[in-house]
């Protein structure tokens, strides 16, 4: 067996293993929060009288398709939301577990894949970069905040492989019809994930026309970030949102430099192991080097930042925060490509990189448990 051959079957088998670890973790957890609400009807005609109502399952419990229609209808106009996600969780409320936990199964694969495939184009060669983007993702993602949840994998996990697809498929012309199709149900996902998204493909895309008029003649490309910037419209300023807009205020506490350091710096050590690979790309590569890498992977950057300063203003859980993490895997494992260019320091390389990330998340959890 060649190099190669063995290199492929370890990356796809470690996929494997993965994906089975996910299925039996499905299938064998219970309803947890979220869950037992849609499970019930949403009747309600206030958010007044949604917030105790649903929250308490009041409603009938759901057995019928015109009770998922009528729920839907209702909490995306008396809810605190208009996330395609919950719409789904209602859909899937009629499905047979077997079959959500193998959607779930499913887009764990689409989301590990795109990631991968995002970190470099032949991952499949390189089964240490599995191991350590696997790594990054279980211990960075905030998983401990009742992730078990169908309803949280539907929010979470299905809008980063949604998404990640669509950012995938962005840069690539000969992909981007499939581009189109992907890009509006992504953006109605979850406003947490594409309101960064949008910010980072817009300023993404003037950096690029700026410097090349020619993008603007890539109609199909041009469509799928419409389609994307519709869909980000629609979640944001759906008329179940503005209730949670009423109720959460701008957290001032952000502005002070104490705070800065706590949340950026402490609390969330990625953005210090980030910028820790930062300055070793510029030590090893040099400074002019790292300007172009930083162009290179400004949508990363502008992801992971914006992400990061919304949650730090509404001062929310980490899920809220989730798509920035991704951001910063994606960024971080990119870099680190560049850094090894698989030479014989690869595995000295990834190995340290993981060991760290492992070190700084049970630091971070021992000193600041949630």
């Known amino acids: 067996m060649s190099r190669k051959q063995y290199s492929i079957i370890v990356s796809y088998g470690i996929l494997m293993c993965v994906m089975l670890g996910v299925w039996f973790w499905m299938s064998s957890a219970d309803a947890l929060t979220d869950d037992w609400w849609y499970q019930?009807?949403?009747d309600y005609c206030s958010y007044e009288e949604a917030l105790e109502g649903f929250e308490n399952c009041d409603?009938?419990?759901?057995?019928?398709?015109?009770?998922?229609?009528?729920s839907i209808k209702h909490h995306n106009r008396y809810w605190n939301n208009n996330r395609l996600a919950n719409t789904l969780t209602f859909v899937l409320t009629m499905m047979p577990n077997w079959f959500v936990d193998a959607i779930h199964v499913?887009?764990?694969?689409?989301?590990?894949l795109f990631m991968l495939k995002l970190v470099s184009d032949d991952w499949w060669l390189r089964p240490l970069f599995v191991v350590g983007v696997l790594w990054s993702v279980w211990i960075i993602l905030p998983?401990?905040?009742?992730?078990?949840?169908?309803?949280?994998q539907i929010n979470y996990v299905w809008s980063t492989a949604l998404n990640l697809a669509f950012l995938y498929l962005f840069n690539r012309a000969d992909k981007s019809l499939v581009g189109c199709l992907i890009a509006f149900p992504a953006s109605l996902m979850h406003e947490g994930f594409s309101v960064p998204i949008s910010i980072g493909v817009l300023l993404v895309m003037y950096q690029?026309?700026?410097?090349?008029?020619?993008?603007?003649?890539?109609?199909?490309?041009?469509?799928?970030?419409?389609l994307y910037l519709v869909g980000t419209l629609l979640v944001v300023f759906g008329p179940a949102i503005q209730n949670r807009f009423a109720s959460i205020g701008v957290n001032e506490d952000v502005f002070t430099f104490n705070a800065f350091v706590y949340k950026f710096f402490i609390r969330e050590p990625i953005l210090f192991l980030s910028l820790g690979l930062v300055v070793v790309y510029a030590i090893k590569c040099g400074f002019k080097s790292l300007r172009g890498v930083l162009r290179t992977e400004a949508l990363w950057i502008v992801i992971a930042l914006t992400s990061m300063l919304i949650w730090m203003l509404i001062d929310g859980t980490e899920r809220q925060m989730w798509i920035g993490y991704v951001a910063f895997i994606v960024f971080d494992w990119r870099l680190i490509a560049r850094l090894t260019c698989r030479n014989k320091t690869n595995s000295i390389v990834v190995s340290t990189i993981a060991l760290i990330l492992g070190l700084l998340q049970m630091l971070q959890q021992s000193l600041f448990p949630l």
């Open 40 to 42: 019930h009807e949403f």
């Open 59 to 70: 409603g009938d419990e759901i057995t019928s398709r015109s009770q998922v229609w009528e």
């Open 106 to 112: 499913l887009m764990w694969m689409l989301m590990i």
């Open 143 to 152: 998983w401990h905040d009742q992730m078990a949840s169908g309803n949280y």
């Open 208 to 226: 690029r026309v700026k410097n090349d008029k020619t993008m603007l003649s890539d109609k199909k490309m041009l469509l799928s970030i419409v």
